[in-house]
């Protein structure tokens, strides 16, 4: 498999017969986007209207990590908003109120839905227009659902940036969007790159502050740096814009095929990115050699949770020698994951959806060496004896790019290693 081949998409790829599935799901819901969202738009803050369910969530799964100054928070619709005695509007407005008053530094305040206020009909996106016509222009309000009704894991982020497109002003300038949110070290790296490769005018999508937000219109092209953003690439497209299609800049082929897509797009030629990225292909290459040693010809089987599960399994199928059990994913978008999919090794067993028992018995069949799944799941199979790894870790950890390969790879190799440790 060469880097050129997973840019382009064929119709084999529409061909790939899928499992399709409808059952009981094992996931989380869109609100687990805030964790990784807070720290990357530095001056938004997130308040979810939600439950103490709500609250929880997102306090235990952002927990990991250490901040000074915590850009969410919940508001608790309390019994007395269930019930209707209580005007739910005019407290929100209080506590927004109060909470712009103490923190002069949110410039951009997201009230994000929940199941609970779904569940009363709470109208955010008329909050949302109240409080933004009351607080511009010092902060911007806008909405967006994390509800378990609604959404998944990663669609979270997806409504959090569709939300910001209608705020996107309007240019005939032509840029390149990328789109997705990405660390910011692998954000800083990319830019450099497509600089070094001859572009740019190069936006991403959440920008770093409110006010960096890129402009759109037909001139815009966009290249997705995450699988899951068939809303936010929607939205754009009303705008005019237009998306390069790449596979996913995920290990050395699907980063270099995603520069080369990019590069095609702006008039550059292939050898322009080959000279401008040898060095840490090369790099990235060797990083990978110790371990393909160690995974290759492992067997593996991914759950259906962040929508990353494509690009991965191309990514450790193709380089790094393991066998696909079964690739499973929430949705399969087939426009965006073209090039992913005429990318993966043939015979590969896909999934669309859930039935989480026959896909549990589908596994135990398997025997795979490693299961990537979500937190509900991972313990009940490690206590079947099987060897797991945490999807919602490959949102938190940097593994896009060049630099980022081998860390992904770490990751597969932990758990693993974890095991031989325990049974010596
Ligand atoms: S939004 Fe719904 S699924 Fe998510 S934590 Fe709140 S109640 Fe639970």
């Known amino acids: 498999m060469n880097s050129s081949s997973l840019a382009r998409s064929t119709s084999s790829a529409e061909a790939r017969p899928v499992i399709r599935e409808r059952g009981q799901r094992e ?7 805030i964790v990784w969202l807070h720290r990357k738009i530095q001056d938004a803050f997130f308040l979810v209207v939600g439950s103490r369910t709500c609250a929880h969530l997102i306090q235990s799964a952002a927990g990991v990590m250490i901040f000074a100054e915590p850009r969410f928070a919940t508001a608790i619709i309390g019994e007395r908003d269930l019930a209707g005695l209580a005007d739910l509007n005019d407290e929100l407005d209080r506590e927004v109120g109060k909470l712009l008053a103490r923190r002069p530094d949110i410039k951009l305040l997201f009230l994000v839905g929940s199941c609970p206020s779904e569940v009363i009909k709470l109208d955010l996106g008329r909050a949302a227009e109240r409080l933004s016509k009351h607080h511009m222009p010092a902060v911007r309000v806008l909405n967006f659902s994390g509800s378990g009704i609604e959404t998944t894991f990663t669609q979270g982020e997806d409504a959090c940036l569709a939300s910001l497109v209608p705020e996107m002003t309007e240019s005939d300038e032509r840029r390149l969007l990328v ?3 990405l660390a910011d070290i692998v954000e800083d790296q990319f830019r450099g790159l497509f600089a070094e ?6 936006d991403f999508l959440p920008p770093q502050h409110a006010a960096d937000l890129a402009t759109v219109g037909p001139n815009t092209r966009y290249l997705l740096a995450q699988p899951f953003l068939g809303d936010t690439a929607h939205a754009l497209e ?3 814009a237009v998306r390069i299609d790449a596979p996913f800049p995920i290990g050395v082929q699907g980063t270099t095929a995603w520069f080369k897509a990019a590069a095609a797009e702006f008039g550059i030629a292939e050898a322009q990115v080959d000279l401008v990225t040898e060095t840490r292909r090369a790099r990235a290459a060797g990083a990978l050699e110790r371990y393909r040693e160690e995974l290759g010809g492992k067997r593996i089987f991914l759950f259906p949770d962040s929508q990353l599960e494509v690009p991965l399994a191309r990514f450790v199928a193709n380089e790094l020698d393991m066998q696909l059990a079964e690739v499973g994913t929430p949705y399969l978008h ?3 994951l073209a090039a992913e999919l005429e ?3 043939e015979n590969t067993r896909l999934s669309e959806g859930q039935d ?3 896909q549990l018995d589908r596994a135990r069949e398997d025997e795979p060496d490693i299961i990537v799944c979500g937190l509900g799941l991972a313990n009940p199979l490690e206590a079947e004896g099987y060897t797991t790894k945490w999807s919602i870790e490959l949102l938190f950890t940097p593994i896009h790019g060049y630099e980022q390969a081998a860390d992904c790879a770490e990751l597969f190799a932990r758990p693993l290693r974890r095991k031989r440790r325990l049974e010596v």
């Open 27 to 33: 996931v989380f819901c869109g609100l687990t986007g």
């Open 179 to 181: 789109v997705g949110a």
């Open 197 to 202: 490769i001859g572009i740019d005018a190069v």
């Open 238 to 240: 009303e705008r005019g």
């Open 334 to 336: 087939k426009q965006h």
């Open 343 to 345: 990318a993966l090794p």
């Open 356 to 358: 989480v028992e026959r």
